[in-house]
């Protein structure tokens, strides 16, 4: 019970302090809080449960009752067109393959439409470690600049939304040039590239001690498919981990 006054406090106090920030904050915050009412709730109903029986089909059940839930609440009318997630909190009792297994799963639907890619990383283990966030053509940039172009800064903002409706998460981002020139020029340039997507994603309100590495590879990395000189691997990629 004490989880779920919290979770209705919290949102409650978000939805206080929203009426001062701009549009794009409401849109973060307002992410995030469907993901804490409902990831902290289930979290109460999961801990009375343990302390009742202990068992891997306990686990099963919360993640069953989660998917339930998330599936409910992109019903509602008011969500349509958003990013769902799970609140702070949730990661600890899921685990990380199933955290970041719902967080591919509900970022795909929307991201799908908008051209980014993503990619699921296994660990030894077989579980989900990490997810790879490819923007074909939406992050883009000129020959020789680090400007984002197209719909670069709009792939970005939803990026960051939905990196707010699943704050137990981190991201390192890798910069990439084409190879043209001379090489030390590329690396450069490729990390003003990863610098500059940085920058756009703590601008759509991602706090920045969420971002881990920002490296630029030059050319030494090019895109799958694609000849180091192609001028698509003028490209930033984002890997999404989970902060526990």
Do not use: W
């Not at 702070?88 to 991201?111: P, V």
């Amino acid at each position: 019970m004490k989880q779920i006054t919290a979770a209705i406090a919290s949102l409650s106090l978000l939805f206080s302090i929203s009426c001062s920030l701009s549009d794009n904050a409401k849109r973060l915050i307002l992410s995030t809080s469907i993901g804490c009412g409902v990831g902290l709730a289930l979290g109460a109903v999961y801990d009375e449960t343990q302390r009742k029986k202990e068992s891997k089909n306990t686990k099963n059940d919360f993640q069953k009752q989660i998917k339930q839930a998330l599936t409910l609440e992109k019903k509602k009318p008011q969500n349509k067109g958003k990013i769902i997630g799970l609140g702070a909190g949730c990661l600890a009792g899921l685990g990380t393959g199933f955290y970041l297994n719902t967080m591919y799963d509900n970022m795909n639907e929307q991201l799908s439409k908008e051209g980014i890619k993503l990619e699921k990383v296994a660990g030894a283990d077989g579980e989900t470690n990490a997810l790879l966030v490819k923007m074909d053509g939406g992050i883009a940039f000129e020959d020789g600049k680090a400007d984002l172009k197209g719909k670069g800064k709009e792939n970005l903002d939803k990026l960051a939304e939905a990196l707010a409706a699943y704050p137990e998460t981190k991201i390192n981002i890798a910069g990439h040039a084409n190879k043209t020139g001379p090489e030390d020029t590329n690396v450069k340039l490729s990390q003003n590239r990863a610098e500059t997507a940085k920058g756009a994603i703590i601008g759509s309100g991602i706090e920045s001690k969420r971002i881990g590495s920002v490296q630029g590879f030059g050319s030494s990395k090019p895109a799958d498919g694609l000849k180091p000189e192609d001028g698509a691997n003028r490209r930033v990629e984002v890997e999404i981990l989970s902060a526990g």
